[in-house]
């Protein structure tokens, strides 16, 4: 059978360790590669290794990048006194859609979890903690994910940041606008409950 | 931002060019490349190129394989006197994963579709009638798809390989209306080969 060569094995196995690809969608992919023309695996396999090589960790702020500081940070109408901390390049990208915020951001890839072994040096803490030395930083806002890692992250920042004397805030967490509240789970609708404001 | 470089805009589209990866999932995918270590980026890349130039059609039923003819066509255990037809490789999967075919397979590589001008050329119908002359053969199974497509095509090989006195049946319909053979699961799969009826 196909599965069994050790070539085939081998690319079903990669596309499996892709997030959000299980088995099944791994074979489907696979299958997909191996039915194309072979220039256009080989352009594929080109895209993957170009991009990667060029593309590399800000010095600043530690998003993914081609050009060093990213275009975020050198950015002169963005606001460099206010910093968002996300866990992953991915929720840079997800605020930068909303296209509201104007300061800019720092990326831990990674949130604390001790089980795993990351803990504070793992997540390179104290290069953020020398962005925040010298008073330049308003305030930090925490963009977490609201997981039980994100806000337990988000806790040891909120502490090692107070010494600074910097204003930390976290993002807001709540029914999705647009959204009915049917449609809202009931974590969500329970923290939105909590979080209420004064109109 | 990341999205507008070059090398990042190839890589997205690369994924979007893959079977069912819309734009979101294309570039979580390219997030996940891009953060992931430099070794783990090339080795998915070579296990593309590698798997992709390993593979290719078996010269008897046309099915992907490592060797030539494939691990299906030169197994002495199954029945060669059987064929059954699939529209892609991963309906030949769908099928061994059932566990139930002794037969052997002819993948055709696509449908019958005349508006993008996929006709019995494009489908080399002429490999299928040539497998069929001289008599090795009792029965051709018709596994196409039960798209319009996929019945299309399999009225077309009936009347085909009606003129060579050889029986031909088609897969029941247990596997749901307007799906692909891939979606089906494998109890469904076997049900579905031992209800065929004589066309």
Known sequence: MLW???????LVEAFRRLPGI???????LALHVLSAP?????AFSRAVVEARSRVSQCSVCLNLTEENPCAICSDARRDQRIICIVEHPSGAMAIERGGMYRGVYHVLHGVLNPLEGIGPEELRIDRLLKRLEGGAVDEVILATNATSE???TSLYLSRQI????????????GVPMGGGLEYADEATLAHAMQGRTRL
């Open 4 to 10: 069994n060569a050790p070539s085939v094995e081998r």
């Open 150 to 152: 994100g806000e337990t």
């Open 22 to 28: 299980g088995k099944r969608s791994a074979e489907r």
């Open 38 to 42: 072979a220039e256009e695996a080989e």
């Open 162 to 173: 107070a010494k600074f004397g910097i204003a930390v805030t976290r993002i807001a967490h």
